[in-house]
């Protein structure tokens, strides 16, 4: 099974920008959906954005504009471009992947955490005022 590694996180001024990178290995990145969550002090793991097989993206309404998903399955990469921080994006960030198809995904499921079958342990982002 693939096992997923984030990296990227840290502490940023609100503004700036980060990029998050989820490397999978023992397994090939071409054959997930795959997406990022995150969790905030004290809340429910949230969806953040998604993108299919064939690069198809779906963003929460409260990124949208701001982050960009996008894969490299060359390099066996998602990432996740943060622009525009805010002091309300400060969460653990988690990278998933999942296997059912992209059909199942694009009716609604890529936001369900139940969805995705394998997860990493997560970047710590930290966004001050």
């Known amino acids: 099974q693939v096992q997923l590694v984030e990296s990227g996180g840290g502490l940023v001024q609100a503004g700036n920008y980060l990029r998050l990178s989820c490397a999978a290995s023992?397994?090939?990145?071409?054959?997930?959906?795959t997406a990022w969550f995150r969790q905030g002090p004290g809340k429910e793991r949230e969806f953040v954005a998604a993108?299919?097989?064939?690069?198809?993206?779906y963003y929460a309404d409260s990124v949208k504009g701001r982050f960009t998903i996008s894969r490299d399955n060359a390099k066996n990469s998602v990432f996740l471009q943060m622009n525009s921080l805010k002091t309300e994006d400060t969460a653990v960030y988690y990278c998933?992947?999942?296997?059912?198809?992209?059909?199942?995904?694009?009716?609604?499921?890529?936001?369900?955490?139940?969805?995705?079958?394998?997860w990493g342990q997560g970047t710590q982002v930290a966004v001050s005022s």
């Open positions: 993108i299919s097989r064939s690069g198809v993206t």
């Open positions: 023992g397994g090939s990145f071409s054959y997930y959906f």
């Open positions: 998933g992947a999942g296997v059912r198809s992209d059909i199942f995904y694009r009716l609604g499921n890529y936001a369900s955490r139940s969805s995705y079958d394998v």
